[in-house]
């Protein structure tokens, strides 16, 4: 198809259509955007395929394309939603008495690293919270791999004794 009849064609069907399917798609949803974006994504799709469309069955084929991709949106929120109330109901199992001794934990833990001296706690997080090496640590600070090293196992240490006192 020549590239002007292709997109005569396409501006044809759009302005046939657009509307009608959004409405469709908005009665089925009850949600604007969403509407607008699987319209959206119909003509797209439409005018990907449209050589191998059948003359007459353009509307057709976007209605399929539009209800397909609803109920795609729609299992997959079903999945994200069942998802996340499977993580509720495993949260709402844990005992209490441990989520109170958890949180406890967290907060030693916490007031355990700032009591670090400023050097070693700088090492500690830049290795255990922002991941980096103890050779890019090194590079950052301007220190030789060995510095950081000491640095990280005098805070490990420091830390060991004040959680196992904990």
């Known amino acids: 198809m020549h590239k002007n009849n292709k997109e005569l064609k396409f501006k044809t069907n759009y302005e046939a259509w657009a509307q009608a399917l959004f409405r469709f798609i908005y009665f089925k949803s009850k949600d604007k955007q969403l509407a607008q974006d699987i319209v959206q994504d119909s003509f797209v799709k439409y ?3 449209m ?3 059948e003359e007459g069955k353009e509307k057709s084929y976007l209605y399929t394309t539009a209800k397909n991709l609803l109920y ?3 299992a997959h929120q079903n ?3 069942k998802h996340e109330a499977n993580q509720l109901q495993k949260t709402e199992n844990i005992d209490p008495h441990f ?3 958890e949180s406890e934990f967290k907060l030693k833990l916490e007031s355990a690293i700032e009591n670090l001296p400023d050097k070693q706690r700088e090492v500690f997080l830049m290795h255990r919270i922002d ?3 103890y050779k890019e640590i090194a590079k950052l600070l301007e220190l030789s791999q060995k ?3 000491k640095r990280m196992a005098l805070a490990l240490k420091q830390l060991r004794t004040t959680i196992s006192n904990i």
């Open 47 to 49: 005018w990907d395929k």
């Open 51 to 53: 050589e191998s469309i």
């Open 72 to 74: 795609n949106i729609i």
């Open 79 to 81: 999945v994200v939603q």
């Open 99 to 101: 989520k109170l001794e």
């Open 131 to 133: 991941g980096y090496k």
């Open 147 to 149: 510095a950081v090293e």
